[in-house]
Protein backbone atom coordinates (compact mmCIF):
# COMPACT_ATOMS: atom_id res chain seq x y z
CA UNK A 1 0.00 0.00 0.00
CA UNK A 2 1.48 3.41 -0.89
CA UNK A 3 1.77 5.90 1.98
CA UNK A 4 0.36 8.69 0.20
CA UNK A 5 -2.78 7.06 -0.46
CA UNK A 6 -3.22 5.48 3.29
CA UNK A 7 -6.17 6.56 5.22
CA UNK A 8 -5.20 6.80 9.35
CA UNK A 9 -6.88 4.12 9.88
CA UNK A 10 -4.99 1.68 7.51
CA UNK A 11 -1.94 3.47 9.43
CA UNK A 12 -3.32 1.94 12.66
CA UNK A 13 -3.34 -1.52 11.07
CA UNK A 14 0.24 -1.08 9.16
CA UNK A 15 1.27 -0.48 13.28
CA UNK A 16 -0.49 -3.28 15.01
CA UNK A 17 0.27 -5.95 12.48
CA UNK A 18 4.19 -5.03 11.76
CA UNK A 19 3.84 -4.17 8.10
CA UNK A 20 7.33 -3.79 6.71
CA UNK A 21 7.60 0.23 5.93
CA UNK A 22 9.87 -0.19 2.64
CA UNK A 23 12.07 2.95 1.65
CA UNK A 24 13.09 2.81 -2.07
CA UNK A 25 16.93 4.63 -2.26
CA UNK A 26 18.04 5.80 -5.67
CA UNK A 27 19.35 8.64 -7.31
CA UNK A 28 18.97 10.17 -10.71
CA UNK A 29 22.14 9.30 -12.46
CA UNK A 30 23.79 8.41 -16.53
CA UNK A 31 23.32 5.60 -17.36
CA UNK A 32 24.45 5.83 -21.10
CA UNK A 33 22.45 6.91 -24.12
CA UNK A 34 20.34 3.90 -24.21
CA UNK A 35 19.12 3.82 -20.46
CA UNK A 36 16.79 6.36 -18.24
CA UNK A 37 18.25 8.67 -15.86
CA UNK A 38 16.15 7.01 -12.49
CA UNK A 39 17.67 3.37 -13.43
CA UNK A 40 18.92 2.47 -9.94
CA UNK A 41 15.77 3.62 -8.35
CA UNK A 42 13.01 2.18 -11.00
CA UNK A 43 14.82 -1.74 -10.27
CA UNK A 44 13.79 -0.58 -6.70
CA UNK A 45 10.61 0.32 -6.94
CA UNK A 46 9.57 -2.17 -9.92
CA UNK A 47 10.89 -4.80 -7.66
CA UNK A 48 8.62 -3.72 -4.62
CA UNK A 49 5.68 -3.15 -6.53
CA UNK A 50 5.92 -7.16 -7.36
CA UNK A 51 6.56 -8.20 -4.35
CA UNK A 52 3.53 -5.78 -2.87
CA UNK A 53 1.81 -8.34 -4.80
CA UNK A 54 2.51 -10.99 -2.11
CA UNK A 55 2.71 -9.38 1.40
CA UNK A 56 0.77 -5.94 2.70
CA UNK A 57 3.80 -3.75 2.88
CA UNK A 58 3.83 0.21 3.22
CA UNK A 59 5.65 1.73 0.28
CA UNK A 60 7.00 5.64 0.98
CA UNK A 61 7.65 7.88 -1.85
CA UNK A 62 11.07 6.84 -3.52
CA UNK A 63 14.23 8.43 -2.80
CA UNK A 64 15.59 9.69 -6.01
CA UNK A 65 17.64 12.51 -4.99
CA UNK A 66 20.71 10.59 -3.67
CA UNK A 67 24.52 11.07 -4.02
CA UNK A 68 24.81 10.32 -7.58
CA UNK A 69 28.86 11.63 -8.31
CA UNK A 70 29.82 12.59 -11.42
CA UNK A 71 32.42 9.98 -11.61
CA UNK A 72 30.46 8.91 -14.82
CA UNK A 73 30.22 11.83 -17.09
CA UNK A 74 29.64 15.55 -16.38
CA UNK A 75 25.95 16.52 -15.68
CA UNK A 76 25.86 18.87 -18.80
CA UNK A 77 23.69 17.41 -21.09
CA UNK A 78 23.88 14.01 -19.54
CA UNK A 79 21.10 14.62 -16.39
CA UNK A 80 22.92 13.37 -13.82
CA UNK A 81 21.77 14.76 -10.40
CA UNK A 82 24.19 14.82 -7.44
CA UNK A 83 23.36 16.11 -3.66
CA UNK A 84 26.46 15.78 -1.61
CA UNK A 85 25.37 12.90 1.18
CA UNK A 86 26.27 15.41 4.36
CA UNK A 87 22.75 17.39 3.00
CA UNK A 88 21.37 13.81 3.01
CA UNK A 89 21.99 13.09 6.41
CA UNK A 90 20.08 15.35 8.26
CA UNK A 91 16.62 15.49 5.73
CA UNK A 92 17.22 11.64 6.47
CA UNK A 93 17.10 11.42 9.84
CA UNK A 94 14.54 13.61 9.85
CA UNK A 95 12.30 11.54 8.12
CA UNK A 96 13.00 8.53 10.22
CA UNK A 97 12.52 10.45 13.15
CA UNK A 98 8.85 10.92 11.95
CA UNK A 99 8.24 7.58 10.98
CA UNK A 100 9.22 6.07 14.61
CA UNK A 101 6.78 9.08 15.94
CA UNK A 102 3.89 7.79 14.04
CA UNK A 103 4.12 4.50 15.21
CA UNK A 104 6.47 2.35 12.77
CA UNK A 105 8.98 -0.41 14.12
CA UNK A 106 9.84 -2.64 10.96
CA UNK A 107 11.44 -0.09 7.79
CA UNK A 108 13.35 -1.03 5.60
CA UNK A 109 15.59 1.17 2.76
CA UNK A 110 16.43 -0.65 -0.06
CA UNK A 111 19.19 0.77 -2.52
CA UNK A 112 20.58 -0.24 -5.72
CA UNK A 113 23.31 2.88 -6.60
CA UNK A 114 27.20 2.09 -5.64
CA UNK A 115 26.46 -1.11 -3.59
CA UNK A 116 28.85 -3.34 -5.15
CA UNK A 117 30.76 -3.35 -1.74
CA UNK A 118 27.90 -2.71 0.49
CA UNK A 119 29.53 -3.71 3.70
CA UNK A 120 32.09 -0.55 3.44
CA UNK A 121 29.09 1.63 2.11
CA UNK A 122 29.36 4.67 -0.16
CA UNK A 123 27.86 8.24 0.70
CA UNK A 124 24.00 7.49 -0.43
CA UNK A 125 23.60 4.28 1.96
CA UNK A 126 26.25 5.42 4.65
CA UNK A 127 23.78 8.42 4.81
CA UNK A 128 21.01 6.92 5.49
CA UNK A 129 22.43 4.32 7.86
CA UNK A 130 23.64 6.93 9.91
CA UNK A 131 20.54 9.00 9.77
CA UNK A 132 18.82 5.51 10.98
CA UNK A 133 21.13 4.87 14.33
CA UNK A 134 20.81 8.43 15.23
CA UNK A 135 16.99 8.52 14.97
CA UNK A 136 16.47 5.67 17.14
CA UNK A 137 19.48 7.05 19.43
CA UNK A 138 17.49 9.74 19.71
CA UNK A 139 13.89 8.70 19.92
CA UNK A 140 15.17 6.10 23.06
CA UNK A 141 16.29 8.58 24.93
CA UNK A 142 13.89 11.23 24.32
CA UNK A 143 10.76 8.37 24.70
CA UNK A 144 12.68 6.22 27.70
CA UNK A 145 15.18 9.24 29.26
CA UNK A 146 19.13 9.47 29.91
CA UNK A 147 20.24 6.17 31.32
CA UNK A 148 17.85 3.59 29.15
CA UNK A 149 20.06 0.95 28.45
CA UNK A 150 21.77 0.94 31.80
CA UNK A 151 18.36 0.53 33.24
CA UNK A 152 17.35 -2.92 34.68
CA UNK A 153 14.74 -3.52 32.05
CA UNK A 154 17.62 -3.94 29.72
CA UNK A 155 19.43 -6.70 31.23
CA UNK A 156 18.32 -8.68 28.65
CA UNK A 157 19.76 -6.73 25.79
CA UNK A 158 21.47 -8.96 24.45
CA UNK A 159 19.71 -11.67 24.08
CA UNK A 160 17.24 -10.11 22.48
CA UNK A 161 20.13 -8.29 20.18
CA UNK A 162 20.66 -11.83 19.40
CA UNK A 163 17.37 -13.12 18.43
CA UNK A 164 16.94 -9.76 16.22
CA UNK A 165 13.96 -7.89 17.99
CA UNK A 166 16.47 -4.89 19.80
CA UNK A 167 15.51 -1.37 18.78
CA UNK A 168 18.18 -1.03 16.71
CA UNK A 169 16.59 -2.98 14.08
CA UNK A 170 13.96 -1.03 13.69
CA UNK A 171 15.30 0.91 10.45
CA UNK A 172 17.42 -1.15 8.45
CA UNK A 173 19.25 -0.10 4.84
CA UNK A 174 19.64 -3.36 2.55
CA UNK A 175 21.34 -3.51 -0.71
CA UNK A 176 18.78 -4.57 -3.81
CA UNK A 177 21.33 -7.19 -5.03
CA UNK A 178 23.52 -8.93 -2.36
CA UNK A 179 26.68 -10.57 -2.77
CA UNK A 180 25.44 -13.64 -3.15
CA UNK A 181 23.06 -12.53 -6.38
CA UNK A 182 26.31 -10.58 -7.69
CA UNK A 183 27.89 -14.08 -7.85
CA UNK A 184 25.02 -15.46 -10.21
CA UNK A 185 23.84 -11.83 -12.15
CA UNK A 186 26.19 -9.70 -13.76
CA UNK A 187 26.48 -6.38 -11.83
CA UNK A 188 27.99 -3.15 -13.35
CA UNK A 189 26.69 0.00 -14.57
CA UNK A 190 24.78 0.65 -17.56
CA UNK A 191 26.07 -3.16 -18.97
CA UNK A 192 24.45 -6.46 -19.41
CA UNK A 193 23.36 -6.43 -15.94
CA UNK A 194 21.73 -3.53 -15.59
CA UNK A 195 20.28 -3.40 -19.02
CA UNK A 196 18.95 -6.68 -18.92
CA UNK A 197 17.14 -6.31 -15.46
CA UNK A 198 15.87 -2.86 -17.09
CA UNK A 199 14.27 -4.84 -20.08
CA UNK A 200 12.77 -7.07 -17.36
CA UNK A 201 11.35 -4.66 -15.05
CA UNK A 202 11.31 -1.42 -17.01
CA UNK A 203 11.04 -1.81 -20.39
CA UNK A 204 9.92 1.50 -21.22
CA UNK A 205 13.15 3.09 -19.71
CA UNK A 206 15.12 1.35 -22.80
CA UNK A 207 15.94 2.32 -26.32
CA UNK A 208 18.72 -0.07 -27.55
CA UNK A 209 19.05 2.19 -31.24
CA UNK A 210 20.90 4.30 -28.67
CA UNK A 211 23.90 2.65 -27.08
CA UNK A 212 26.53 4.41 -27.77
CA UNK A 213 29.47 1.73 -28.62
CA UNK A 214 32.30 4.34 -27.52
CA UNK A 215 31.60 4.24 -23.78
CA UNK A 216 33.69 0.53 -22.68
CA UNK A 217 31.02 0.50 -19.42
CA UNK A 218 27.79 0.28 -21.43
CA UNK A 219 29.44 -1.56 -24.02
CA UNK A 220 28.11 -5.40 -22.51
CA UNK A 221 24.83 -4.17 -23.10
CA UNK A 222 24.59 -5.44 -26.45
CA UNK A 223 24.12 -8.75 -25.05
CA UNK A 224 21.22 -7.57 -23.06
CA UNK A 225 18.10 -9.77 -22.93
CA UNK A 226 14.87 -9.83 -20.71
CA UNK A 227 15.33 -13.17 -20.06
CA UNK A 228 18.44 -12.64 -18.07
CA UNK A 229 16.61 -9.54 -16.55
CA UNK A 230 13.91 -12.28 -15.54
CA UNK A 231 16.92 -14.46 -13.77
CA UNK A 232 17.65 -11.32 -11.98
CA UNK A 233 14.30 -10.22 -11.15
CA UNK A 234 13.53 -13.32 -9.39
CA UNK A 235 17.21 -13.63 -7.50
CA UNK A 236 16.22 -9.97 -6.24
CA UNK A 237 12.88 -11.31 -5.47
CA UNK A 238 14.11 -14.01 -3.41
CA UNK A 239 15.98 -11.49 -1.32
CA UNK A 240 13.54 -9.20 -0.54
CA UNK A 241 11.30 -11.80 0.66
CA UNK A 242 14.03 -13.19 3.05
CA UNK A 243 14.87 -9.53 4.40
CA UNK A 244 10.59 -8.34 4.43
CA UNK A 245 9.23 -12.24 5.71
CA UNK A 246 7.00 -11.57 8.97
Known amino acids: MRYE ?9 AIAESWPVVLPLGVLEYHGEHLALGMDTLAVTRIIDLYEKEQSIVILPPFYYGAASYAVEKPEGKGSVHVDAEKILPFAKQMFRGLLRIGFRNIHGFIHHQTENFAAGMPTDLAFKFAGRQAIFEFLERERGEGWWGNAAMADYYAEHANGSDPFNWIKIHPLMTADIVAQYPFDHAGIGETSLMMALC ?44
Open 5 to 13: MMLPHQVRT
Open 203 to 246: PEGVDMERLDPNEWYSASAKEASKALGEKGRDLILDHVRSVLKR
